[in-house]
């Protein structure tokens, strides 16, 4: 779990675009997607980066011009985990759909916080 808050805190303080991205979304250890910028500056994030994922890990971010979203769950746990730059700390944002959590679950989260960002 504390690979996935790490992940999540590295993406709310650099990330990128909108609806739902996957950044992480392999059962194994591998690079991420990178996350780009856009040019004409409508992203939270100003540089482009590439994480590196962690095993079992599902990571996704949303974001507009203003604010920014990240959650993640592992594929051997159940509770999706999530944050967003309008303030406080990860917390849990649900359950996963079946009884481990996938990609889907990840990036179903993101919508939700980025509105809560927004409304903060």
């Known amino acids: 779990m504390k690979k996935i808050f790490f992940g999540m805190l590295c993406l709310a303080s650099s990330a990128t675009f909108a609806a739902g991205t996957a950044v992480c979304a392999s059962p194994t250890a591998s690079q991420a997607s990178t996350v780009t910028v856009t040019a004409d500056g409508t992203t939270f994030v100003k540089e482009a980066f590439k994480p590196k994922c962690s095993a079992n890990v599902h990571l996704a971010y949303e974001q507009n011009g203003v604010n920014f979203a ?27 759909a079946s009884t481990s959590c996938g990609a889907s679950d990840a990036t179903g989260a993101t919508e939700a916080l980025l509105t809560a960002a927004a409304a903060s």
């Open 70 to 96: 990240a959650a993640g769950a592992s594929s051997k746990g159940k509770s999706v985990f999530g944050g967003h730059t309008g303030g406080g700390g990860v917390t849990s944002v649900g359950a996963c």
